[in-house]
């Protein structure tokens, strides 16, 4: 029996109360084309049995990356995680955790949150890092509607080479929120930052890059954090492979104001795209603007250290008004995953996973590149790097996954409306693929080619 509290009469007072005329009047942002004018097609219910047999069914339909070949990347990346990780997340005090708000009695999580603060601080070069944010693409958008704040601007300049799903979730901001976003066309062959140089003006909140970009590409940063600086606009910095800051130059040591990232290469599986950790740190003169939650150290009464929130700014803390963003959690668990896994490694133990990555890449694309009609389109790279093909990629990968391969990501499927990348592939190589792995893709992609 449906329970229905409100009544005719409370529904015209809410809306009388926040000026709607009716309640269709709630839904004008939705796209028409996307709203239902019917009732949802689905069957009629099944008994427990027939549902857990339909979804091992789908489930059974799955390929997990670890069971054949698979050099998939474009944002989503296999490393091996260390068994330690799952056993400690999965305690109770730690896997029933909630938020924080009583000090007193979280100290435990209040540490792994400032542990966490401090590993991806420092893993960034940048001098303060929140608690985490949902995703990447997440914490790249807060990160835009950050700059904006700062700069008193409202304009974001962002290159093409950005991770499309970032570009789109700052996109949705852009319109709901207002500000410009002036986003390049992807450049498979080349990186796009010098362009942007000349680009860069008196409306421009921030610039906002990808390092290693999409297709892989590596390029010094330093001058166009000086350019954008000159014209008073902020440098973002988006890492998607954050393992890659093992062996490269961290964002804040080319001069990034904020940097943001997906956090789950380190202590996070795949698990069939989530969930995914944001990672968000800055310059401290901007800590008053950065969004999410805050760990702090202080002393109790009693001189003793302890953790506390601090400088929390989050709409459920203060004036919405007032608020710097709506985000009112973290994703702890996956963040407490990733505070294990790196206190497990080490700042060696990184490097060297880390050296190990670059290394099976550029085995797999010295193979690739002497393959007929291949070319290496990525000249410096970390793990990831893109090739054109002298056919469509789209029917090249679907070829090589009959064969039992997962040899990469077309970039058309990235972005679908953009020319000249339909014979691009992009690859992705980690510690956990062996060098069978990589003949594997050599001799799949020949196959396919022929």
């Not at 474009?74 to 995680?81: C, F, I, K, L, T």
């Amino acid at each position: 029996m449906r329970y229905l509290p409100l009544t005719d009469a409370d529904r015209a007072d809410m809306l009388r109360a926040i000026g709607a005329d009716r309640i269709e009047d709630l839904f004008v942002d939705v796209p028409a084309e996307a709203l239902l004018d019917r009732p949802v097609d689905l069957p009629s219910g099944k008994s427990e049995m027939e549902v857990e047999r339909a979804l091992q069914n789908l489930a059974g339909r799955n390929v997990a990356a670890g069971s054949v070949p698979s050099f998939l990347g474009a944002g989503a990346y296999r490393h091996h995680v260390p068994a330690t990780v799952d056993y400690l997340i999965q305690r109770g005090e730690f896997l029933t955790a909630y938020t924080p708000y009583q000090p007193e009695i979280a100290q435990g999580t209040l540490q792994a949150l400032f542990e966490f603060q401090t590993q991806v601080a420092l893993l960034t070069g940048m001098d303060v890092a929140n608690a985490s944010m949902y995703d990447g693409a997440t914490a790249a958008a807060e990160a835009a509607l950050m700059a904006n704040r700062v700069a008193r601007r409202h304009r974001i300049l962002a290159s093409g080479n950005l991770h499309p799903h970032y570009a789109s979730s700052i996109g949705t901001l852009a319109r709901q929120t207002g500000f410009a976003l002036d986003l390049a066309e992807p450049s498979p062959g080349a990186s796009d930052v010098d362009a942007l140089i000349g680009q860069i003006d008196g409306e421009t909140s921030a610039v906002l890059v990808q390092y290693p970009d999409a297709f892989g590409h590596i390029v010094d940063l330093s001058a166009l954090a000086e350019a954008a600086h000159a014209a008073g606009a902020l440098l973002v910095v988006a890492t998607t492979e954050i393992v890659a800051l093992g062996a490269l130059k961290p964002p804040g040591a080319m001069g990034a104001d904020i940097a943001v990232g997906e956090g789950q290469s380190i202590g996070n599986a795949l698990n069939f795209g989530g969930p995914h950790l944001g990672l968000f740190a800055c310059r401290e003169k901007l800590v008053r603007q950065m969004p999410g939650r805050l760990c702090g150290e202080t002393t109790d009464a009693a001189g003793k250290r302890g953790f506390v929130l601090t400088l929390s700014t989050r709409e459920q803390h203060i004036r919405r008004a007032k608020a710097t963003s709506n985000i009112c959690t973290n994703s702890g668990l996956c963040a407490l995953a990733f505070t294990i896994h790196m206190t497990l490694l080490g700042e060696a133990g990184l490097t060297e996973l880390a050296d190990h990555n670059h290394a099976r890449a550029s085995q797999a694309a010295d193979r690739l590149a002497s393959l007929p009609g291949v070319d290496l389109l990525t000249p410096a790279f970390f793990n990831e790097f893109a090739v054109r093909l002298p056919k469509p990629a789209t029917a090249i990968v679907e070829a090589m996954a009959e064969a039992g391969v997962l040899g990469g990501v077309p970039a058309a499927r990235l972005w679908p409306d953009a020319a000249g990348v339909d014979d691009v592939l992009i690859v992705a190589a980690t510690e956990t693929n062996t060098d069978d792995d990589v003949a594997a893709l050599a001799a799949a992609l020949e196959e396919a080619l022929q």
